[in-house]
């Protein structure tokens, strides 16, 4: 099959999708960069690897980080890690603090703004040194030594994040937060601030797409792990838009509001896209429309 030909195929056929939508403004940073970028990156695990558009240009991948958290922390803590976070589809706002007290702390899932401010939680009792640590963790995902926070995306995210900084003394109020508040927001915040390009992002998470196993790297996680964490992407992973997403694309994968969305078909590929305009769900539009013609035409997802 010629995926080459195939991604020419889908950006031609974007055309009409490609004002649609807005680029988030929430966070000032992110309004700044260029709307009508769009870039495409699918790496298969033989290696072979086929591209097209902004591909190469990093942008900050925002809460497709919190798939880094959860892996590294579910490698971490096991099966103790559920007893904090749950596994349920949100069916509410990604940072609604009303589901937050209804559930006395115990956020759904690890995907929503409360389950990863617990996830950095874990990984700040886990770990020596949390930011650095997880960078490295990024860079080996990546095979990119240099890939790094954007330090004016994560002050812009702490100037503005009001309401991840009430979920978090929230959680704390439950018990749900052994750390403090700040410290917790800080990783939460830069790792929002990590910037990869479709490149990097694919081949970080190709150990999705192959049993836990990244190429030339001891195993992240089991068998059993990488399934539950696919699973957890195929139905929590892109806000309230995750059954739709399964319905038009049929693959795990995790979304961002910096435009970006990957995705991975276990034991073939991974695909990441990168175009900052946002649905109302927050959802890149053009991400969503590439990645549904990729299986379409391709005729591979999961279903």
Same mark, same amino acid.
């Given at each position: ?74 490698? %971490? *803590?096991? &099966?103790?890690?559920?007893? #904090?976070?749950?596994?349920?589809? /949100? $069916? =509410?706002?990604?940072?609604?603090? +009303?589901? %937050? *007290?209804? &559930?006395?702390?115990?956020? #759904?899932?690890?995907?929503?703004? /409360? $389950? =990863?401010?617990?996830?950095?939680? +874990? ?14 963790? /990024? ?165």
């Amino acid at each position: 099959m010629n995926y080459q030909q195939i991604l020419r195929e889908i950006n031609d056929e974007l055309e009409p999708y490609r004002l649609e939508g807005r680029a988030a403004d929430y966070i000032p940073e992110l309004a700044r960069v260029d709307p009508n970028k769009f870039g495409i990156s699918l790496v298969f695990l033989d290696g072979r690897h086929y591209a097209f558009g902004d591909h190469a240009e990093r942008f900050s991948i925002q809460s497709i980080s919190k798939v880094f958290g959860v892996a590294a922390a579910f490698a %971490l *803590e096991g &099966e103790a890690l559920w007893k #904090r976070v749950g596994v349920e589809p /949100a $069916g =509410a706002r990604f940072n609604s603090l +009303v589901q %937050l *007290e209804y &559930e006395n702390g115990i956020p #759904r899932n690890p995907f929503i703004n /409360a $389950g =990863a401010i617990v996830v950095c939680d +874990v990984l700040i009792s886990r770990l020596r040194n949390p930011k650095s640590e997880m960078r490295a963790w /990024a860079r080996r995902m990546s095979g990119c030594p240099d890939l790094d926070y954007n330090p004016l995306v994560a002050a812009s995210e702490r100037e503005t994040g009001f309401r991840n900084a009430a979920l978090a003394n929230f959680l704390k109020s439950f018990g749900n937060l052994h750390n403090e508040v700040d410290e917790v927001l800080d990783l939460y915040f830069h790792l929002c601030a990590l910037e990869l390009s479709c490149d990097e992002l694919a081949r970080s998470f190709l150990f999705f797409a192959n049993h836990g196993q990244a190429p030339n790297l001891p195993p992240i996680l089991t068998r059993s792990q990488t399934k539950r964490l696919n699973a957890l992407m195929q139905t929590c992973g892109f806000y309230d838009e995750a059954g739709e997403f399964s319905f038009r694309v049929g693959l795990p994968g995790k979304s961002g509001v910096g435009g970006g969305i990957v995705a991975v078909h276990p034991q073939h590929y991974s695909v990441a896209v990168w175009s900052p305009r946002l649905n109302k769900k927050g959802n890149s539009v053009l991400g969503m429309h590439a990645l549904e013609l990729l299986t379409s035409k391709s005729g591979l997802s999961i279903f």
